[in-house]
């Protein structure tokens, strides 16, 4: 569920573009870290079989809260950190630019989009179970 919501903002609104082009290894990074990790989800539900739970997705918000507490710790200790884009928007337009400066409001409204995207994500699953009879 993370990977299928966190990179979604970033290919949307991707930060590269604007500083670097298709001459930069940059670039190239950018691309395939944010695009591999879908073809890894879903080679892993087609060919495995696996899918996400109401569980992992639990597992995973807890992950990315833990995360956060530790770059907000950071954002604070080290001038200009910007770990998770949690102290201030990208230099680069973004998605996040919509976001208000204040770091606790930030931080609930990222929450909030992002427990909604663990929803969507899970959605299918839940409709495949609900018509199969199991919930």
């Not at 609104?13 to 989800?41: D, K, M, N, S, V």
């Not at 807890?62 to 507490?69: I, K």
């Not at 931080?107 to 495949?128: D, E, N």
Request: charged content about 10%.
């Amino acid at each position: 569920c993370w990977l299928l919501t966190g990179s979604l903002f970033a290919l949307i609104t991707p930060t590269p573009l604007t500083f670097c082009g298709p001459t930069r290894f940059r670039f190239y990074q950018f691309w395939l870290e944010h695009t591999l990790g879908y073809i890894a989800i879903f080679y892993m539900i087609f060919v495995h079989g696996m899918r996400p739970t109401v569980k992992s997705a639990v597992k995973s918000y807890a992950v990315l809260l833990f995360m956060a507490v530790i770059a907000y710790a950071v954002n604070t200790m080290i001038p200009g950190a910007n770990y998770l884009f949690l102290a201030k928007p990208e230099a680069a337009p973004s998605v996040l630019d919509i976001l208000p400066p204040n770091f606790f409001l930030r931080t609930a409204i990222i929450a909030a989009v992002i427990t909604l995207l663990f929803g969507v994500a899970y959605l299918p699953w839940h409709l495949k179970d609900k018509k199969a009879g199991k919930v």
